[in-house]
């Protein structure tokens, strides 16, 4: 960009030669009244307005920045180094330069007199655009989404990379000083960088140090910032060195802005009496994002500031209360294990799916359920849809209903649901009135031990549960599940249940038990596989008073690998770690995973039913939902499991070596044995006779071998104990 010096009366200073237009010179010559009518655009010692200029070529949008008087000792320094006007300029000029995004520079102008600075512009183009602040504003505060926030950080990031490997540090890089123009179809342009009168322009690509600065300064939450950097750092972990000096820098740059109320009281004041409305953005605790490919909000916050509202007297608390109540369910749970497999336990309706109520889902996923057979289904509802999303599940339900399926309710919570209680009485009113007839339980919360579900102690969970309980003295008819605590953390299920008020005693302890991601069931975390896990979650039930002996998993999947960003353990963003590992199981594990799992759950007495998350997910459903719905493999050996057992009755198993599980069924006259090991391949440890053998997608077999992939044998004759 070509630049030529100009003098228009007192000022002086340099103009762009593609703006050097007769009749935009005229507009330079009512600079200051231009000031002084135009829209104001910012506030402050420096501001902003927006004005047009005439050309040759019609008028074109404008904004002035326009520097106030500054003291003698800033003048000085400006004198030497080039005022805030000029710099403006020359880094506009070089980020043109360098393909870097800014509204094309105009002009400098300025006026000294006895080496004061007087009078000093900065004059570019105006982009119609809205700010990084008001995009990121907008997401937190409306659309609450993750999608939205990944696209932008997707498109930013790579633009700040850009601008300091081309050596260039901003100097003050916060969100506002970002802008974000969007084509006439919504597509978003290059980003757009303002305020550069801060900033340093360096011979080669920045060090650290520089780096680490502009960054300190986004404002973003603190898991997202984190994948930020990661984007900025070309999809790899950021330098050891950079991510230290970042989080130094923002430490300290942050905690100055929030000390800004005790240096400049005068100025907070009038700031506060502006303010009008909401805060820029929500608390940190309570930014709540949702993630529709996982159908799961998102972890927001990073570790400081995850321990920064953590109440701590909660945590004791809860831990005090473990300790308390561990004697107690100790002693039920070695009962309760010891007991294991012991009695015969009904199939029929045991297992159900869940069915995801959007409208491009329903119709497949009811010809689907139709192949399993119809068992049971859970359907959720969540607080932060909209009414037409609600009334779509409600229809989903009684369709269900009409056609004699047994349907369980999950009753999802979001943050607003606790800022906004007459919200979610509302909502809650609205789905018990509407299905509480219709329906076998209602799980009321959803993952309250976890930050994300905007939960951050057992009497928030408390404060959503109680509406649903006056809502039960309407209708004494509905059974409230709960506290569907998730994974194996017991001790929020126990404050949960202690925080209920006196005499309250759920239907059953729902609870979504997940193997902690870390493959087969039989897998033990500490001293506790799933079979212990299950028992302990037994005992719990007996031991509390405020819930019936009986315990339901709402929700249980594994993830399927080399499903990216859909996987649950992969959004929104895959880490470098996940692209090298591709965390997950493959589809034959997921199957073998899926059928041990029922059956450990379910034989052992110690869970009364079960509910797989979900029929539909390219991430962990039994159907691809990105493929065209293509059933997995795991849907064809649920399909033959639900078909050859699931209205049979579960005997006994037998206790042979520790690897090796044999459970056997009865069905009218005829007895069937399930049974895989979880070692080598090796000859099935039983004298009988078999008629018949199929592997887990119903084939038939003619092997009497025993895998990691459960086999089915149609028995002949009398066991004989060896």
Same mark, same amino acid.
């Given at each position: 960009?070509?630049?030529?010096?100009?003098?228009?009366?007192?000022?002086?200073?340099?103009?762009?030669?593609?703006?050097?237009?007769?009749?935009?010179?005229?507009?330079?010559? /009512?600079?200051?009244?231009l000031s002084n009518n135009g829209e104001k655009l910012s506030h402050g010692g420096d501001f902003v307005v927006r004005s047009e200029f005439s050309t040759a070529n019609?008028?074109?949008?404008?904004?002035?920045?326009?520097?106030?008087?500054?003291s003698w000792w800033k003048d000085l320094y400006d004198k030497k180094n080039k005022s805030k006007?000029? #710099?403006?300029?020359?880094?506009?000029?070089?980020?043109?330069?360098? /393909?870097?995004?800014?509204?094309?520079?105009?002009?400098?102008?300025? #006026?000294?007199?006895? /080496?004061?600075?007087?009078?000093?512009?900065?004059?570019?183009?105006?982009?119609?655009?809205?700010?990084?602040?008001?995009?990121?504003?907008?997401?937190?505060?409306?659309?609450?989404?993750?999608a939205p926030m990944m696209e932008i950080l997707q498109h930013l990031a790579p633009v700040i990379r850009a601008m300091h490997d081309a050596g260039f540090m901003h100097g003050d890089m916060g969100n506002q000083n970002i802008l974000l123009p969007r084509s006439d179809n919504g597509e978003w342009l290059p980003p757009q960088l303002i305020d550069l009168n801060r900033s340093k322009i360096f011979p080669t690509a920045i060090g650290n140090k520089e780096r680490a600065k502009d960054l300190a300064r986004i404002a973003l939450p603190g898991a997202y910032m984190k994948i930020f950097k990661m984007i900025y750092s070309e999809h790899q972990y950021p330098a050891p060195e950079l991510d230290k000096l970042e989080q130094t820098l923002r430490d300290q740059f942050w905690r100055h802005r929030r000390n800004s109320k005790w240096r400049h009281p005068i100025r907070h004041w009038k700031n506060s009496r502006k303010a009008k409305g909401r805060p820029l953005y929500p608390e940190p605790k309570d930014v709540w994002l949702w993630d529709e490919k996982t159908a799961q909000p998102m972890i927001t916050l990073g570790r400081k500031e995850k321990h920064q509202y953590r109440n701590r007297r909660y945590v004791l608390s809860m831990a005090w209360q473990g300790i308390c109540a561990l004697p107690g369910?100790?002693?039920?749970? #070695?009962?309760?294990?010891?007991?294991?497999?012991?009695?015969?336990?009904?199939?029929?309706?045991?297992?159900?799916?869940?069915?995801?109520?959007?409208?491009?889902?329903?119709?497949?996923?009811?010809?689907?359920?139709?192949?399993?057979?119809?068992?049971?289904?859970?359907?959720?509802?969540?607080?932060? +849809?909209?009414?037409?999303?609600?009334?779509?599940?409600? +229809?989903?339900?009684?369709?269900?209903?009409?056609?004699?399926?047994?349907?369980?309710?999950?009753?999802?919570?979001?943050?607003?649901a606790l800022l906004q209680p007459e919200s979610w009485n509302t909502f809650l009113s609205l789905i018990v009135r509407k299905l509480g007839d219709k329906v076998s339980d209602i799980e009321i919360t959803h993952a309250s031990n976890r930050m994300k579900w905007g939960v951050w102690n057992s009497n928030e969970y408390r404060q959503l549960l109680q509406p649903a309980l006056e809502l039960k003295k309407q209708f004494p008819h509905i059974k409230i599940t709960g506290p569907a605590c998730i994974d194996f953390e017991y001790l929020p299920v126990v404050a949960a249940l202690a925080a209920l008020p006196k005499g309250t005693r759920l239907d059953a302890l729902s609870h979504l038990l997940y193997v902690d991601r870390?493959?087969?069931?039989?897998?033990?975390?500490?001293?506790?596989?799933?079979? +212990?896990?299950?028992?302990?979650?037994?005992?719990?039930?007996?031991w509390s008073p405020h819930t019936e002996e009986k315990v339901i998993i709402s929700e249980v999947n594994w993830p399927v690998k080399h499903t990216g960003i859909w996987s649950p353990i992969g959004c929104p963003y895959e880490t470098p770690n996940w692209r090298r590992d591709q965390p997950g199981e493959e589809d034959e594990d997921y199957t073998n995973y899926m059928l041990r799992f029922l059956a450990i759950t379910l034989c052992s007495g110690h869970v009364e039913q079960v509910y797989w998350w979900r029929l539909s997910a390219h991430g962990y459903g039994l159907v691809d939902d990105l493929d065209n719905f293509k059933p997995r493999p795991a849907f064809k050996a649920l399909v033959f499991f639900l078909e050859l057992l699931g209205k049979a009755t579960f005997e006994r198993k037998y206790h042979l070596n520790e690897d090796v599980y044999l459970l056997e069924f009865t069905k009218g006259a005829q007895r069937w044995l399930m049974a895989w090991c979880t070692s080598a391949e090796q000859d099935l440890p039983l004298s009988v006779k078999v008629e018949k053998v199929w592997d887990a997608y119903g084939n038939l077999n003619h092997t009497s071998t025993i895998n990691k992939s459960p086999r089915y044998f149609l028995l002949a004759g009398e066991y004989q104990q060896p």
């Open positions: 960009m070509k630049s030529l010096p100009i003098t228009i009366g007192n000022l002086s200073g340099f103009i762009a030669s593609g703006f050097n237009d007769p009749l935009l010179l005229v507009n330079l010559e /009512n600079l200051q009244q019609g008028n074109i949008p404008v904004a002035i920045k326009v520097f106030k008087r500054q006007a000029e #710099r403006s300029y020359l880094a506009a000029e070089y980020l043109q330069t360098h /393909n870097i995004g800014t509204p094309p520079a105009i002009a400098w102008l300025e #006026r000294w007199e006895k /080496n004061r600075l007087l009078e000093s512009y900065y004059i570019c183009r105006f982009e119609p655009a809205v700010s990084f602040r008001e995009v990121v504003a907008d997401i937190l505060w409306d659309k609450r989404d993750s369910i100790y002693i039920r749970y #070695r009962k309760l294990l010891a007991a294991s497999y012991t009695h015969p336990v009904a199939m029929t309706n045991k297992i159900g799916v869940a069915l995801h109520p959007h409208s491009e889902y329903i119709e497949t996923e009811l010809r689907l359920l139709e192949q399993l057979g119809n068992p049971p289904v859970l359907i959720r509802f969540c607080h932060h +849809e909209t009414e037409a999303d609600w009334q779509r599940g409600i +229809e989903l339900v009684e369709h269900l209903y009409r056609k004699g399926i047994q349907v369980m309710l999950a009753i999802l919570q979001d943050r607003r870390r493959g087969a069931p039989e897998n033990k975390q500490g001293y506790f596989s799933t079979l +212990e896990k299950s028992a302990l979650l037994k005992a719990l039930a007996v």
